[in-house]
T-cell receptor
Framework: NAGVTQTPKFQVLKTGQSMTLQCAQD?????MSWYRQDPGMGLRLIHY???????DQGEVPNGYNVSRSTTEDFPLRLLSAAPSQTSVYFC????????????FGPGTRLTVL | AQSVTQLDSQVPVFEEAPVELRCNYS??????LFWYVQYPNQGLQLLLK??????LVESINGFEAEFNKSQTSFHLRKPSVHISDTAEYFC????????????FGGGTRLMVKP
């Protein structure tokens, strides 16, 4: 199993550009989520999904969209990039309820100029 | 709303010395508690978790954490650290208002020196 994969690993955008961060898992996990990691702030939840066709907002959803058309994929879209979205983005998945272990991808480092 | 406070942003320690990484949380409901570890340039990995039962939980690599409900703490300890323990450690609680997704503390960078 590849686990949780994320592409790209690195990305530089200009303010106002849009892009999609890809996340896929091959463990048949129902739960998937996106976090952003900023120095001193830990990880903050952006959006999450408890199954295909179901998504909900986390702590910091503004400026991001998600969809979950399949169990395997959970892309994160930046609609109009801003410098405040410069961060490291992690996708995670877990089986059933998240008192089960969450498996994290390797992260995408995004810089917005 | 949940919140997690990790009291130390950095903890330098010499190899083979004991270490404690402190974590306090606030929540109006019962929660599940976790410690995750992030090695350089990697994603997070689960270190240990408390769900219920014994308040002392252990990991396979010698770390342990004790759930203290009265002090709302979940401190992580290791009696003797190794260079390979150098990493960032995150305490987290489950959030029942967000599908039991995790609320993380700010992280503690453990730096083990030879």
């Amino acid at each position: 199993n590849a686990g949780v994969t994320q592409t790209p690993k690195f990305q530089v955008l200009k303010t106002g550009q849009s892009m999609t961060l890809q996340c896929a898992q091959d463990m048949n996990h129902e739960y998937m989520s996106w976090y952003r990691q900023d120095p001193g702030m830990g990880l903050r939840l952006i959006h999450y999904s408890v199954g295909a066709g179901i998504t909900d907002q986390g702590e910091v959803p503004n400026g991001y969209n998600v969809s979950r058309s399949t169990t395997e994929d959970f892309p994160l879209r930046l609609l109009s990039a801003a410098p405040s979205q410069t961060s490291v983005y992690f996708c995670a998945s877990s089986k059933g309820n998240t008192y089960n272990e969450q498996f994290f991808g390797p992260g995408t480092r995004l810089t917005v100029l | 709303a949940q919140s997690v406070t990790q009291l130390d942003s950095q903890v330098p320690v010499f190899e083979e010395a004991p270490v404690e990484l402190r974590c306090n949380y606030s929540s109006s409901v019962s929660v599940y508690l976790f410690w995750y570890v992030q090695y350089p340039n990697q994603g997070l990995q689960l270190l240990l978790k408390y769900l219920s039962g014994s308040t002392l939980v252990e990991s396979i690599n010698g770390f342990e954490a004790e759930f203290n409900k009265s002090q709302t703490s979940f401190h992580l300890r290791k009696p003797s650290v190794h260079i390979s323990d150098t990493a960032e450690y995150f305490c987290a609680v489950s959030d029942p208002n967000a599908g039991n997704m995790l609320t993380f503390g700010g992280g503690t960078r453990l730096m083990v020196k030879p």
